[in-house]
């Protein structure tokens, strides 16, 4: 009758990182097979809500499930995963546009996957214009070519993550921007805003099994935006930027716990979620940016009931067209359950707790080198964590003893 008060029901959902929190390049952590199989049942079936929301994009959520799955012992759907790029289908008014895909791996089936009905790869272009790809001079053309322009205008340009060759791809990008998307043209003084740009995950860092943290495709974008900015005096501007730390993106898993508990037959809400990370400046900054979120759409809620409230009672209360409208990506999910998202920061991964303390000096010395992007502002409340645990064991044993949850 009272599903909120259903003991064997969670009221929460639970968001993972990958890299650095399960894994550490293609290295298990040991900890992450023993926090699942708590998190599963003799049934088989999860006990709670997951997703996994990685910054990661060179692959079919497919292709990391079944990897998941591999690596903590229990089944995962693709449907409990979140790339970086997964936001993305929800761009549809790309989806019929020819689109340039830079990264690396099947990034053409990854871009039909969401959606994309017209992609180009790098690999494409160099082909039809070898004439540009002229940095390694043993990949010069050999003999004198011209140009094979048999391929479509580009409309849109989709940076799904760090590619393998850097100077092609930085090279290329610039072409495509600054000659509205016709390489067959010379560079032009554009006096419109460039061609959109979408680009997934914004990690400066990401740690794999070296001691210390490797480029992410965060480095590849301070390149390309500071070339970009160097040739033409102009800031390099995104339609989106999603993957860690954009609302949307934990929008969108917020919309895939609902999803599974739905699934489930649980009909007790998700208000509370808990975003398990290793990095301060992805996992913490937007987990923290998100409850913001959240709070701040709890409080407008409030407002509003007050003012109707006011209207009925014949007070002169008013409601302001802010207060009225919800999102366009919430129109889009639904609204939101969840009325809280709370960090915890794991130490298994980019988070060094001998190398960085959250003390005043720890947080001046984080604003004089923010590693967070450039289009999101440093705010030291955002990059402090609401849990600080060993690993990701221990992270499910606090969550557990705070909502008060007994595996069933």
Known sequence: KFPWLDPLQPGFGLLFDIDGVLVRGRTPIPAARKAFQKLFNPQGHFVVPVVFVTNAG???????????????????SQDQVMMSHSPLRMFRKYHDKCVLVSGQGPVLDIAKNLGFEKVLSIGMLRESFPLLDVVDHNRRPKLPSSSIANIPQIEAVILFGEPIR?????????????????????????????????????DLMWMAEAHSPRFGHGAFLVCLENIYK????????????????????????????????????????????????????????????????????????????VAKMATVTGSSGMLSQEDDLDGPWERELAA???????????????????????????????QAAFHGHRDFQFDPVLVEPGYIVRDVDEAVELIFEQEKFVAQ
């Not at 692959?59 to 499930?65: F, H, I, M, S, Y």
């Not at 649980?266 to 975003?275: M, Q």
């Not at 920061?345 to 707790?353: D, E, I, K, Q, S």
């Open 166 to 202: 850097w100077e092609t791809n930085l090279q290329l990008i610039i072409d495509i921007l600054l000659t509205n998307g016709n390489l067959g043209h010379a560079h032009q003084n554009l006096k419109v805003p460039h061609l959109p740009l979408l680009a997934c995950n914004m």
């Open 58 to 76: 060179n692959c079919l959520r497919q292709t990391k499930a079944d990897q998941l799955s591999h690596i903590l012992g229990v089944p995962i």
């Open 336 to 366: 939101p359950s969840a009325t809280s998202c709370k960090s915890m920061l794991v130490c298994t991964g980019v988070y060094n707790p001998h190398a960085e303390l959250l003390s005043d000096g720890g947080r001046k010395s984080q």
């Open 230 to 305: 160097k040739i033409t005096g102009k800031e390099l501007k995104y339609e989106a930027l999603v993957g860690k730390p954009s609302e949307l993106t934990y929008q969108y898993a917020e919309y895939l716990i609902r999803e599974q508990a739905s699934e489930r037959n649980w009909s007790r809400p998700i208000r509370s979620l808990y975003a398990i990370g290793d990095n301060l400046m992805t996992d913490i900054y937007g987990a923290n940016l998100y409850n913001r979120y959240l709070e701040e759409r709890l409080a407008r809620k409030k407002r509003k009931a």
